[in-house]
């Protein structure tokens, strides 16, 4: 059974950091795709930050280019998101997706729980 686990998020003052982690655990042959995603009330979810597998690509969202930075440690199967220079409107639940490989035809998406982050004074 394959579990995802996000931590984290928390209340920060605007111009702060924080760091989240999203690690995956179970019985997975590999893994691809990593990234973060955001959703804010009464929104849908949007990409903050991702890692490509097959190329290597990262992709931000403009508004956190410069201020976030996505990264992954395969050994611990676990992707990050430091996030510096947080603003209000960066107020959301984030939330992490990890594409997980079973096998050369098969492999799923897996989402985290969810971790909300408040920039605020």
């Known amino acids: 059974q394959v579990q995802v686990v996000e931590s984290g998020g928390g209340l920060v003052q605007p111009g702060g950091s924080l760091r989240l982690s999203c690690s995956v655990s179970g019985s997975i042959s590999s893994i691809e795709d990593m990234g973060w995603y955001r959703q804010f009330p009464g929104k849908q979810r949007e990409l903050v930050a991702e890692i490509i597998h097959s190329d290597g690509r990262i992709d931000y969202a403009d508004s956190v280019k410069g201020r976030f930075a996505i990264s992954r440690d395969n050994a611990k199967k676990t992707v990050f998101l430091q996030m510096n220079s947080l603003k209000p409107e960066d107020t959301a639940v984030y939330y992490c997706?990890?594409?997980?490989?079973?096998?050369?035809?098969?492999?799923?998406?897996?989402w985290g729980q969810g971790t909300q982050v408040t920039v605020s004074s």
């Open positions: 997706y990890i594409v997980v490989v079973y096998s050369t035809f098969s492999k799923s998406t897996y």
